[in-house]
DNA sequence: CCGGATCCGGGTTGATACTG
DNA sequence: CAGTATCAACCCGGATCCGG
């Protein structure tokens, strides 16, 4: 992208993350961690993949990006967040919380990965009894498996499943998140098709933040 | 911009406000308000005119602006954001704050406008004595003159000159800045040209809100 | 299969000129 | 003042291809 040359720093950050896709490589990444190049073209559904080597190209050059070159076993790089790049966090958390709202009127052609959750449910939900003894909570939805576990009066939001947890809940992305960010009752989701089982109480502990939105 | 399609809230964001150009319109109204077309253009340097008013209409399409017929004597139309754009202020803030460490390494070349200054100067100062009595102080940079002057605990920054202030700050943009958020000792920026009249006391009185950057 | 590079058609941007 | 019109250059998306 060609620069603003504009003296202001958010001018400079665009001219740095503005560019169409970066943002959304830079989510992927805050995800999932270390990434392969063919992880991040299936969490971009979308994406060219000359422009997927370009933005990596242009990342790592800022210093947003490192390459790994991943030991045998693996045999492949794995692209990595600076430090600089994960203080983007907060950035893309605001973004998501502005656009929250847009989710409710979406297309039903929108592509969809389960792991997208994760940064929402973790920014949003918090353990209402941070004495009590540890609980998780399986959600399973779209392609993959999230796991939902207080830590610390924090709830951690991992990919794949647990050998144990509390609960199950399993249906449509917008009728998890609905229930889980408070927007609807468990009866409502149910009889809107959503699955439910195991400890309710998990419902009433694990709750989000405020009566905000993402 | 073509949709990304996916049902993420992020990504929804970014079909709303991330075309190029998008964002730094919506800056220009958080910090000026209403604004006409011209000034709009005056305060972007290098937009062209048809994306200018292209960025307007689909602003508006999205309900971030909207269009106000300003009665004779002005007898043109303002540009608003409307509640749902003022919301953005938190996401360009925490984008502008990313960015800040960017201006260090600025062009030359680059393009300034005094009022770019506004939302990183009341995003980072307080008042560290909001029991004393106001003060206010002129800050001459650029080809506009800002007025900072506490209020209730914070320090407010307009556009324009007033009858009355403690202090004048004159110089350089990123002199002006270093000096108001801690970066560099009244002698070093008197000595890289700065100048400073009035009372000292109000440096130490409005203060950044900690080592933060921008 | 992984990690791209290359090519091409179409859409977007940017600069300038022009108009009500 | 507030845009529209025009057009060249660039960027994006999709498909294909290629070396490890």
Known sequence: MRSYGQYCALAKALDVVGDRWTLLIIR????????????????????ATNLLADRLRELEHHGIIYLEDAPPPVATT???LTERGKELETVIQKLGTWGAPL???????????????VLPLQHNLIDRSPNE?????EVRTGDEILTLFTEGGRVRVDLGAR??????????PHLVMALLLGKMELASAK?????????QKVLRRIKPVSTSVS
Chains 1, 2 share one sequence.
Request: glycine letters at 12%; charged letters at 20%.
């Open 133 to 137: 003894r540890p609980v998780s909570v």
């Open 163 to 172: 050998p144990h947890h509390n609960a199950v809940i399993h249906g449509a």
């Open 103 to 117: 989710l409710a009127t979406s297309s039903r052609g929108d592509a969809f990965r389960t792991h997208w959750l």
């Open 78 to 80: 794995l692209f990595h």
């Open 191 to 199: 009889a809107a098709g959503l699955k439910f089982n195991g400890d």
């Open 28 to 47: 992927e990444l805050l995800i999932r961690g270390g990434c392969r190049y063919t992880d991040l073209r299936d969490g971009l559904p979308g994406i």
